[in-house]
Structures are given as structure tokens and as C-alpha cells.
């Protein structure tokens, strides 16, 4: 049965509760399409820089990882290739976006499980390598997620994100976030004659901390080791960091 959308975005992302719900909502709803969107909106290249995010693990032989807000398991599925001889979870909010991804799955080693990544189950120390693409954007509480993953990723350990990257100069963050808002509303209309969709891409950029105090936060919460790498002129970031 196709979900429907019923929420006002400015009327939920203003707090963490709020948000959560409005996220289980908007991906459950647009998860047949996410795929699409993501590479009609990043013209292409979205698959690009996910593979490019795990070619720049280390080379571990037997590890295991987790794929935070997997989606439909982009990542999921190359952490399992690159990682055929570990374990790999993926996790995501919204069990639309799960489904799909078991119905993708061809590996033995990938287990998929439905959860909110600011309150996982899974014990201390448990993970080897962390992913996830535009999970933190898109996260309720960010530094809530952030320890959260601290907390499940073993000493030693890495993780890597793939998300927008928030300009800290103002006047190029307002034109990141006006083409953001426009090209998002465009495909919104066109898809699914709902602008809100996918202009909450923008709204939730506007919430994120810029690239440089992003970093600082990520520090502040004792990770070490980090590393960037910009693409699409800035717009969009993967940082890899460590647990100490």
C-alpha cells in the first residue's frame, strides 16, 4: 500500500521528537523513488562519491560495519563486496527503505535492521567501521548520533560520511541553500506534485552546522584522525574520522 504524507515540515524539524516523526514519514513515503532522486539531484554523481567513501576505508580482512540510515543500501552493499569476509548491518529509520534494500540484497553477509541511529541496540564496542550517507543532516539530534556511534564503534575504530556540506561563509550559504530549495521543489512538484518533499533538503541543510563547526564538533566528542574531502564544487563533503 503506497504510505502517505500528511505533515507540515515547519510544524516538525524544529525538534528532535518532531523530526524523527517527519522523517519516518517523508522516507517512508518517497522510498520507491529515493535512488532516483539522489542521482537526478546530485546530476549523477551521488554514486560516485559512495564509492569513492568506501574505497577510503582501511583494508581490514574480517571487520565488522555499520551502515547508518543505509536507505535502500547503496553503501551497504559496497561495504559487503569490499568486506566479503565481515559482517555488515545496515540500519535505517523507515522499514519501506529496508524492504527495498533486502530486495537488492545479494550478499551473505549484509543483515538489515529497522531503528533510529540516535538510540541504537546494538552493545558497546561492536563496530569496526561506521558509514552512512546523509544520515547526519537527517539526524534528530546530531550530537546525540554522533555518541551514539561513538558508543557502538569499537577504540580504533573509523568511520565515514557522505553528506551536504554547509558553506560557512553566509552569502554562499544563502545560494547553496536558494539552489538547494528550488532544484529540490522542482523534483518535489514533478514526482510527487509536492514541493515540501523535497525542499526539506535545504531546511534540514539550513539546521546543520557549517563544514567548520562540524568539525569542531565532531572533535569536542573525542574523535581523531579527521579527514574531508569536498566535492561538486562544496556542496557535498565525506569525512572520515576515528575513535581513539
Not at 523507515?94 to 546494538?122: H, Q, Y
Request: net charge positive; glycine share 6%.
Amino acid at each position: 500500500m503506497k504510505s502517505q504524507f500528511n505533515l507540515n515540515m515547519y510544524d516538525y524539524i524544529h525538534q528532535p521528537e518532531g523530526k524523527l516523526a517527519f522523517n519516518k514519514q517523508l522516507f517512508s513515503h518517497i522510498a520507491a523513488k529515493y535512488d532516483m532522486v539522489n542521482r537526478i539531484l546530485s546530476f549523477g554523481r551521488d554514486t560516485v562519491w559512495k564509492k569513492q567513501l568506501v574505497e577510503d576505508l582501511p583494508d581490514l580482512k574480517t571487520p565488522t560495519c555499520l551502515d547508518v540510515a543505509c536507505g535502500t543500501g547503496d553503501i551497504t552493499f559496497r561495504l559487503a563486496a569490499k568486506y566479503n569476509a565481515g559482517r555488515i548491518v545496515g540500519l535505517d529509520l523507515t522499514e519501506p527503505m529496508v524492504d527495498l534494500a533486502k530486495a537488492r540484497d545479494k550478499f551473505a553477509n549484509i543483515t538489515f535492521e529497522i531503528g533510529d541511529m540516535c538510540r541504537m541496540s546494538f552493545a558497546d564496542d561492536s563496530f569496526d567501521i561506521v558509514t552512512g550517507g546523509y544520515a547526519l543532516r537527517n539526524a534528530p539530534n546530531l550530537e546525540d548520533a554522533l555518541l551514539e556511534i561513538r558508543r557502538v564503534m569499537k577504540p580504533g575504530g573509523t568511520a565515514a560520511f557522505l553528506d551536504l556540506s554547509k558553506a560557512p561563509n553566509h552569502f554562499l550559504r544563502m545560494i547553496q541553500i536558494f539552489l538547494l530549495r528550488f532544484w529540490g521543489g522542482l523534483w518535489g512538484i514533478v514526482l510527487h506534485r509536492n514541493p515540501q518533499l523535497y525542499t526539506y533538503i535545504a531546511a534540514s541543510l539550513r539546521q546543520f552546522p557549517d563544514s567548520i563547526a562540524l568539525k569542531q564538533m565532531i572533535a569536542k566528542l573525542d574523535f581523531t584522525n579527521i579527514r574531508s574531502q569536498k566535492h561538486f564544487l562544496g556542496f557535498t563533503e565525506t569525512i572520515i574520522i576515528q575513535k581513539t
